[in-house]
């Protein structure tokens, strides 16, 4: 059936056709992640010596990498499930970018973890030999699960789609057909299978947005089950956790920004979205200002030996720069811009945002490697000092480079906002129980 | 063996943790394929299946 | 089954690194090289720490030899996710090399940070690779393991044959390891804290006895003999 | 398992024992995957069976000489550890020793003996063997000997243990040369000389630290670099935990070492002042009256004024002391607190046994007062009656060991023996033995004669005192060099010929059990075949005699060292001998004053002061040689060092004074060859493989210097850079280089090891090395230097 409506066709445009600006940027993202796989194969062959780490700096790049990009990946859960279960009908567009972002970011995650390992080869150690008391295995379980489950999520929220594409996309190369037509699995458009995908769909939102919970405070646990100063603190969960959603829905503002820009979806993606995700970032930001002041207040007013070593060295000692910087990038600059600058300007939004995400990663690196080189068994010149080596700078890069080429990679071959949610903004498609949303101009205050 | 015995056991020895975390990523790989066949199936029983039942009537 | 534990008395401890040069010596660990040691890696399973407190001229300078404590409550085996960190039914906390991932949350967690890292494979040249003591539980480690102090288990093993051999019963006092043998000073002492005639259960109970980090509820065996 | 009936009928669901089974087959199915995994290589098979056998040797990276016992598998050595049975060490082994191993197969030894083909210090070797080098070596040695020119045949020497001292001067002698040099006018000669010319006894000082209440060491570092290190180690931990009553142990020192924070209390000084410190200390014991007034009465001598044979007056040693070395002003001089060097003087004179310890160091006693410093030192132990008591000063006793072929000198060998020697010692230095600072000088004035033949025999000059280029100046003077080096060291660079030594681990030898008092002597053998085409020093000397004949083949008639070894012990069991690895009398007796044991012990090798039993506070011996010009000569009196007056111009420009202390991680010969030393070189900065300068913290904050900055460190002599290491524990105005760094020779390790670079800095590089006028004492420090910014 021809495509009729303009909605429709706005939204599979970007499927049409692969430029040659597309291979150009596939090309060079493929070579940064060359070049991580190179640094990572020639560390598997050297040793992780080549690296910058030591004794008693154990823990690098690697760890806040994976930390990093386990946070992103609560954009998608967070946008798709916990505003599914709160009933806030307007994410419905910007659900399947959010959830593209998790699931592309989670294999770099995971990733970075085997990258940190001397013996990647033995990960199988994991399963023969796995024990449950180690936070490694909590992490390996939530973590498994959740890529698991998101994956899942994703491709029963794309289904719909996939066989729109089927029907209405004839003039694209059959090898890319034949894919449409296997991925759809057979479905019919029919209310029946509506009904059931949305039944699924809501029961598995709410295992989402209870999963996502753990996830990142079984990340967290990694540092805080152990005794060292400055990790051992019962609020380094919930800190991580709410670190990790502030960061990834700044990420979600980022990936939708693009996607109007690129692929021209302004009235898709209307300003109003953003308003509502600015409400949000406000308020995230303001939690982990209130995160941040709750642990450094507790830790400096005890102010025990060890942990005021760590906290000075962090507000004036070796890293008091990356610390300062830290906190004026995610709390001051952002919150700054979303009040008065940020309301129908998606330019600025897009600005705070990478600068949120930029604090996040300093920020992970501020907890991790200040409680490594002053370990409490500080002797004289016994503290460490840490800087990345090439090849760390190398994986992070990838790390960074393979998340965009995935994510390129799928815009250009499915649709990047779920048409079977949109739609029900027009009429024909009733499936959902919900009563017609506000029209889209009206929101935002 | 008591409770605590065993607990400690399941998370002091090495091994019964790797189980559980196959047996976790088992059933969710099968509660997950059911869902979709679930979903999948919702549009053939509605037109339902053409060798049992008569054609349904349904667009 | 023995509880093996160790007393370091100060006052007799001379900061003469001995030890440190003996557990090398008996337990192969590599030699890291200037580079890898102005980066820290260097591997010394039995290192001497000095802490300094004070202003000239009143200062107090204390130098701590430090083995691994075998904790009776250890952080690392705690977290390692394959059992590769274990304590065997003497009380010692070994590391199967074979086992080992690498992923190095053992290290991070030991508030004594006694355990280093193979960073690169270990490599001697050819001449020096002479010395090195045969016995199969020092065999060089490959790279990427971690490893640590082990009460010298290999010591352990010989002086139960040679009790076997020689037809007598094993007894505690057969076994010291390396760093206890050679310290200058006669500082040190090692046994079973659970025999309560031995000399290390005595003094581990003397007023002037103390552990590091006890607050921490590790329960490290290895115990200090205040200076002075 | 009995069936647990309720069970059963709940059929809803899984029931209990379906649970379990299903646990089961999971449990199975991770089995099944465990077994999988551990079906890889089985551990390799134990190597076949080990041919093991223990050894007993003699340890020589140090003077001390422990008893070791090393373990050989398979004809390699693997691991070295204490010998139980020795006196001294009673199993334990110090760090060096512990490293043999990595000197013994060090890839830096010099495989085979080598002529330098191309200019000096080209390093354009040949490699040529064994007979063709000695055949070089003897003709020329039997050409010169011909043509009368002996005595320009010169020896510097290091160590040199048991037998090997005499037979080196037996070779020299008997050869006809006067030029056997040793290196202990850089360290112990001071201590030597302090003890000859007041108790008359031609040999070092030994503590017996067990026995005494009260150890205090003037500069030197007691228990990390003290002649007898780990006798002493031993004994100090005795002392403090082995006995009822614990001894203290106080170190005075610029710097705080390991000795001075293990001790109960460190007194910083001004550097070079110690001299003034112990005539502090008499003053006050002696105005207090604390000083042991009968020993003092009845066995010393010159402690009040006297009258000499023709009648003139000499001031004492009492008025010297309460006239001129008040409190006040040694404190000036010291920079001690009054009152600090008060309670010191009364805790040693009421703590007895007390024992103030000389350092035998080298450079500790280099401040231009050596001689009268340890003579001032020495004298505190006769104030409290120490002289060989319990606890005290006691004299080592050497075994009576089989005596040495009598020979006679010929002609050749006669007048080489009454040449003025090289270095000038008995002549322009009257009390000196050697004068090893002073042959650079000499040899490059030319006088008295022009050096032939440098034999260099455990030395390093070039290492030992570079002097900005004079010694190496005067070394490209002498025609031809023979050195003894086991490694390419600086020196061994810039001779002709190079015998390379074999380790202390593949030679015959033994060693004088020096300091525990009692007799007794350690054997040294072989443990593995030698690892390399060198040889023992020994051997090569009876090689060298045998061939250049005459006198010389008399002198040292045996076919090699190992049967020179038995000839010499012959009197003992040699089956014990070799089964203990040592013998010993075990026991001291100390000789009670003026009882028949009293004159082995005072006064036992005076030449011209009288042998009555009495301690010469005034040094008789002394007068004797100076005449009755003036009597401070003969008194332990305090002279300011040279340095520490310098104009305020000078010591504006240079404003702070260096310290030299050695450390436990420095071995003799084997400096920056061995990789685990070099990996613990520096333990109280933590530094490893490399050098470090210590700085006081308020010099520090003056210069803005943070741990770890590198700096230039520069003297009017050269300049090194380091890195600095701020230290709570150093003189305000003195800064520390660790000795033993900054040779060429280094082991090339680790992963970028071809680049690899010298590691650290020599602090001798810094010294002027001048001698001391009466005892030619080397004089270096402390050097006057500057720190800036690198």
């Known amino acids: 059936m021809p495509i009729t409506n303009r909605h429709e066709q706005t939204i599979l445009a970007p499927i049409r056709r692969v430029g040659m600006g597309d291979y150009l940027l596939w090309g060079s993202l493929l070579v940064l992640m060359l070049a991580g796989l190179g640094a990572w194969i020639w560390q598997y062959i050297e040793g992780l010596g080549i690296t910058g780490m030591n004794r008693p700096v154990y823990w690098g790049v690697y760890i806040t990498n994976f930390v990093f990009f386990i946070g992103l990946a609560h954009s998608g859960t967070f946008i798709s499930a916990i505003l599914r279960v709160a009933g806030q009908s307007w994410r419905a567009p910007l659900t399947r970018a959010a959830e593209a972002i998790t699931l592309f970011s989670l294999p770099f995650g995971a990733g970075s973890i085997l990258i940190d390992m001397g013996h990647p080869e033995r990960i199988l150690n994991l399963i023969f030999y796995g024990r449950f008391q180690s936070p490694i295995m909590w992490d390996v379980t939530a973590v498994g699960l959740y890529m698991l489950s998101s994956i899942v999520f994703f491709y029963l929220s794309l289904l719909p789609d996939i066989a729109l594409c089927r029907d209405r996309l004839t003039d694209v190369p059959n090898w890319q057909k034949r894919m449409y037509k296997v991925l759809a699995l057979g479905w019919k458009d029919s209310p029946e299978q509506y009904h059931r995908l949305e039944k699924v769909l809501d029961g598995m939102a709410v295992f989402m947005t209870m999963l996502v919970v753990t996830v990142h405070t079984v990340v967290s646990w990694l540092f805080g089950m152990t005794v060292q100063p400055g990790w051992h603190t019962a609020l380094i969960g919930p800190f991580f956790l709410l670190g990790a959603i502030l960061s990834g829905t700044a990420a979600v503002v980022i990936a939708l920004a693009l996607l109007r820009k690129v692929y021209h979806l302004e009235e898709v993606l209307h300003n109003g979205l953003f308003n509502s995700l600015r409400k949000l970032l406000i308020t995230f930001i303001l939690g982990w200002l209130y995160m941040m002041i709750a642990e450094h207040l507790t830790i400096g007013y005890a102010s025990m030996h060890e942990e005021m070593v760590v906290l000075n060295d962090k507000f004036s000692g070796t890293y008091s720069l990356v610390f300062w910087n830290m906190t004026v990038l995610v709390f001051f600059v952002p919150l700054l811009i979303f009040i008065f600058k940020g309301k129908n300007n998606v330019g600025w939004m897009v600005f705070a945002s990478v600068l949120i995400n930029i604090g996040m990663w300093m920020e992970r690196y501020i907890v991790i490697i200040p409680t490594e080189t002053s370990p409490r068994l500080f002797h004289e010149m016994g503290g460490g000092s840490y800087l990345p080596a090439l090849p760390e700078v190398l994986i992070t890069i990838a790390c960074f480079a393979g998340l965009v080429f995935l994510y390129a990679l799928f815009t250009r071959f499915f649709p990047i906002i779920p048409i079977w949610e949109t739609a029900e903004s027009l009429p024909g498609h009733a499936h959902n129980a919900e009563p017609a949303p506000v029209s889209s101009t009206a929101t935002g205050d | 063996m008591d409770i605590g015995g065993l607990v400690h056991t399941f998370f002091n020895n090495a091994g019964p943790g790797g189980v559980v975390v196959m047996l976790i990523f088992g059933t969710a790989c099968t509660i997950y394929f059911f869902l979709t066949r679930w979903i999948v199936s919702g549009g053939r029983d509605e037109a339902a299946i053409p060798d049992e039942q008569s054609v349904s009537v349904d667009a | ?228 | ?790």
């Open chain 4, 1 to 790: 398992m009995a069936t647990n009936p309720k069970s059963s009928t709940t059929n809803t669901g899984l029931s209990r024992r379906d649970f379990l089974k299903l646990g089961a087959v999971t449990v199975a199915a991770g089995a099944g995957l465990t077994a999988l995994k551990s079906v890889d290589a089985p551990q390799s098979p134990q190597a076949a069976a080990a041919e093991e056998r223990i050894v007993k040797t003699t340890c020589a990276l140090c003077p001390s000489g422990c008893g070791l016992d090393v373990r050989v598998v398979n004809g390699k050595a693997v691991k070295v550890e204490g010998n139980p049975l020795h006196p001294l060490n009673q199993g334990v082994c110090c760090l060096k020793g512990q490293t043999a191993l990595e000197m013994l197969y060090s890839p830096e030894r010099i495989q085979h003996p080598r002529l330098q083909m191309g200019e000096r210090g080209s390093g354009d070797w040949k490699e040529i063997p064994w007979d063709e080098a000695l055949g070089l070596l003897s003709d020329k040695l039997t050409e010169l000997r011909k043509a009368g020119k002996a005595h320009t045949v010169a020896l510097l020497h290091g160590e040199l243990r048991g037998q090997m001292r005499q037979t080196v001067q037996r070779f020299m002698r008997a050869y006809g040369s006067p030029n056997m040099i040793s290196r202990d006018s850089l360290g112990e000669g001071a201590a030597r000389m302090a003890l000859w010319l007041s108790q008359g006894i031609n040999g070092l000082p030994v503590y017996d630290i067990n026995n005494a209440n009260y150890v205090m060491t003037f500069g030197g570092n007691l228990l990390e670099s003290s002649r007898n290190v780990i006798g002493y180690l031993g004994a100090t931990a005795f002392m403090r935990r082995g006995r009822p009553q614990r001894g203290k142990l106080v170190a005075v020192h610029p710097r705080l070492s390991a000795t001075g924070a293990k001790a109960d209390e460190w007194i910083p000084i001004r550097p070079g002042t110690y001299g003034a410190l112990a005539l502090g200390m008499a003053n006050v014991i002696i105005n207090s009256g604390l000083y042991d007034a009968d020993f003092v009465r009845d066995f010393t001598f010159g402690f009040d004024d006297f009258e000499d044979a023709d009648g003139n007056k000499h001031q004492g040693f009492q008025s010297l002391v309460l006239e001129s070395y008040t409190l006040e002003r040694v404190s000036n001089i010291t920079g001690i607190a009054t009152e600090i060097i008060a309670r010191l003087a009364g805790e040693f004179a009421t703590n007895r046994p007390a024992i103030a310890v000389l350092p035998t160091e080298a450079g500790e006693l280099s401040s231009g007062n050596a001689l009268y410093t340890a003579l001032a030192i020495h004298a505190l132990n006769a104030l409290v009656g120490s002289i060989d008591a319990l606890g005290g000063v006691i004299v080592q006793r050497f075994p009576e060991l089989k005596d040495w072929p009598t020979y006679s000198l010929d002609a050749a060998a006669r007048t080489g023996e009454s040449k003025e020697r090289i270095d000038g010692a008995g002549m322009q230095f009257p009390l000196a033995l050697s004068a090893y600072q002073n042959v650079p000088e000499r040899v490059l004035s030319g006088k008295p004669y022009p050096l032939e033949v440098l034999l260099l025999l455990n030395a390093n000059p070039l290492y030992d005192m570079p002097n900005d280029g004079r010694t190496l100046e005067a070394l490209t003077k002498v025609p031809f060099i023979v050195s003894f080096a086991s490694t390419l060291d600086e020196s061994a660079a810039h001779a002709d010929l190079i015998l390379p030594a074999s380790t202390f681990l593949e030679i015959w030898g033994d060693d004088y059990l020096e300091g525990t008092g009692y007799a007794g002597i350690s054997l040294r053998r072989p443990v593995v075949e030698p690892v390399h085409d060198t040889r023992n020093p020994g051997d090569v000397l009876l090689d060298l005699a045998h061939r250049v004949g005459g006198p010389l083949a008399k002198a040292l008639p045996w076919k090699d060292y190992q049967e020179l070894i038995n000839y010499r012990l012959s009197n003992f069991d040699w089956e014990k001998l070799e089964a203990n690895g040592n013998w010993s009398e075990m026991i001291y007796f100390n000789a009670a004053p003026g009882s028949q044991a009293w004159k082995d012990v005072l006064g036992r090798d005076r030449l011209n002061a009288p042998q009555d039993g009495r301690f010469d506070f005034f040094s008789r011996e002394l007068f004797a040689l100076l005449g009755s010009d003036s009597d401070l000569a003969c008194l332990p009196h305090f002279e300011v060092p040279a340095t520490l007056t310098d104009s305020t111009a000078e010591a504006l420009d240079y404003p702070f004074l260096l310290v030299t202390q050695p450390i436990i991680t420095q071995s003799a010969q084997w400096q920056g060859i061995i990789p685990t030393l070099q990996e613990c070189y520096g333990l109280q900065g933590y530094v490893k493989w490399d050098s470090w300068v210590e700085i006081g913290q308020k010099a520090a904050e003056a210069l803005e210097l943070h741990n770890g900055d590198r700096v230039w460190i520069e003297s009017k002599m050269g300049r090194v850079q380091a890195a600095v290491r701020v230290r709570a524990g150093m003189w305000p105005n003195a800064i520390f280089l660790p000795p033993g760094q900054g040779h060429h020779t280094f082991v090339r390790w680790g992963r970028h090891a071809d680049d690899a670079s010298v590691v650290g800095a020599n602090p001798n590089a810094l010294s002027g090395f001048s001698t001391e006028p009466l005892s030619g004492l080397a004089v270096c420090g402390p050097t006057r230097v500057r720190i800036s910014r690198v």
């Open chain 3, 1 to 228: 089954m023995p509880r093996w534990g160790m007393v370091i008395d100060l006052d007799k401890c001379f900061a003469c690194q001995s030890c440190t040069a003996a557990c090398r010596m008996e337990n192969n660990t590599p030699v890291a090289g200037q580079d890898q040691a102005e980066m820290g890696r260097a591997i010394l399973w039995n290192e001497v720490l000095p802490f300094v407190e004070g202003e000239y001229p009143n200062i107090v300078e204390t130098m701590i030899p430090r083995p691994c404590m075998h904790c009776d409550n250890p952080a690392c085996i705690k977290v390692c996710p394959v059992q590769a960190t274990f304590k065997n039914e003497e009380g010692v906390v070994l590391v199967d090399y074979d086992r080992c991932i690498g992923c190095r949350l053992c290290t991070v967690a030991c508030p004594y940070t006694v355990r280093y890292f193979n960073w690169y494979q270990p490599e001697w040249p050819e001449a020096l690779k002479e010395h090195l003591n045969p016995e199969p539980e020092v065999k060089p480690r490959p790279k990427g393991v971690v490893e640590k102090c082990t009460f010298c288990t290999q010591r352990l093993r010989k002086a139960r044959e040679e009790a076997e051999a020689a037809g007598r019963v094993f007894n505690a006092t057969d076994y010291i390891p390396a760093c206890v043998q050679t310290c200058t000073g006669h500082a040190r002492y090692f046994g079973d804290l659970d025999d309560p005639n031995s000399l290390v259960s005595k003094l581990a109970h003397s007023p002037r006895a103390f552990r590091l980090f006890e607050e921490l509820g590790t329960q490290p065996k290895v115990y200090y003999l205040k200076q002075g």
